[in-house]
């Protein structure tokens, strides 16, 4: 990996580290409103389903279809998660399931850091400063190569970011009257402590959801269920159906499994905005369970 990418990577997770902190300390003392609160909501759920829907079950997978222009803003959402431009973003999480739990996994908690605390830390936030971004783009995403489109939100990547910090700073502004300090607390809130929620809830996924939790399909890998970190994935925590079904549009695939993702992608289908949309039939969810591998 370029020095200047580790750098780059380092300063992503440690700057809303330190925001973060700052913010517990202005919730202490209660310097924190109800507009700063619902700018960090809705910023979390526009970059967070940019991730979960876009980057990932729309891109990556290719769980449902929708228009071109729609496939762009959820690219452009993902981006302001800031998790990486949208190419290498799914180059990575291709070679993740071409590889899972395997020599050539990036983010594994159980190869070459061994399966104990410092597997666990590897896939959590150690991977970022020696495999992501390093999977053949060429490879692992030859359709998004080919897109035009695709390729300028991957080279626009760091302009996005950029919006994604002054979108909370002028919401800030707006709704406080003008407020500079109105729109510095937002910036605090809804752009760095977001990005730090965002962050660490989806390594969660890379690391706890192939530490610990529950499984019950017939899988080569140790992904997981965690069902307590369901809602704040928006569903991807239900890891371990993933990667038994990886192109299935839900994750959730029991009725008490919440999946806001896959709601989403529902309402995206009533809507005339997705199709095509892959959905796992329980006659062949009942085939992978554990024990009963079809002949």
């Not at 619902?38 to 279809?65: C, D, K, N």
């Not at 910090?165 to 605090?188: E, K, Q």
């Not at 997705?274 to 969810?285: H, L, M, T, Y």
Request: charged share 15%; glycine share 10%.
């Amino acid at each position: 990996m370029p020095a200047i990418q580790r750098y780059t990577n380092l300063a992503a997770v440690v700057l809303p580290f330190l925001a973060f902190i700052a913010a517990l300390a202005l919730l202490w003392n209660r310097a924190v409103g109800l507009t700063d609160l619902a700018v960090l909501a809705g910023m979390y759920l526009v970059s967070a389903l940019g991730i979960t829907v876009g980057y990932h079950r729309l891109l990556t997978h290719r769980a449902f279809q929708t228009h071109k222009p729609m496939e762009y803003a959820l690219a452009a959402a993902g981006s302001m998660a800031v998790q990486g431009p949208v190419i290498d973003w799914v180059a990575d999480h291709r070679k993740h399931h071409a590889h899972t739990d395997e020599e050539g996994d990036p983010h594994s908690p159980h190869v070459g850091h061994g399966s104990g605390l410092a597997g666990l830390w590897h896939a959590h936030v150690g991977w970022l400063f020696e495999a992501n971004g390093q999977a053949d783009r060429r490879k692992y995403a030859p359709d998004l190569m080919d897109d035009r489109g695709m390729r300028w939100l991957n080279r626009t990547f760091p302009g996005l970011v950029g919006l994604s910090l002054l979108i909370p700073f002028g919401l800030g502004l707006l709704l406080t009257g003008g407020s500079i300090v109105g729109g510095l607390t937002a910036l605090l809130w809804g752009g760095l402590v977001r990005i730090f929620f965002v962050h660490h809830i989806t390594w969660s996924i890379n690391s706890i959801c192939h530490f610990h939790g529950a499984r019950r399909f017939d899988t080569d890998d140790h992904s997981t269920n965690v069902w307590w970190l369901s809602l704040a994935s928006l569903g991807e925590a239900w890891h371990h159906n993933h990667h038994a079904f990886p192109r299935s549009a839900f994750h959730g695939l029991r009725w008490w499994e919440l999946d806001p993702s896959g709601l989403v992608i529902r309402a995206m289908k009533r809507a005339g905005l997705a199709w095509n949309v892959v959905a796992i039939k329980p006659e062949r969810q009942q085939q992978r369970l554990a024990g009963t591998r079809a002949g």
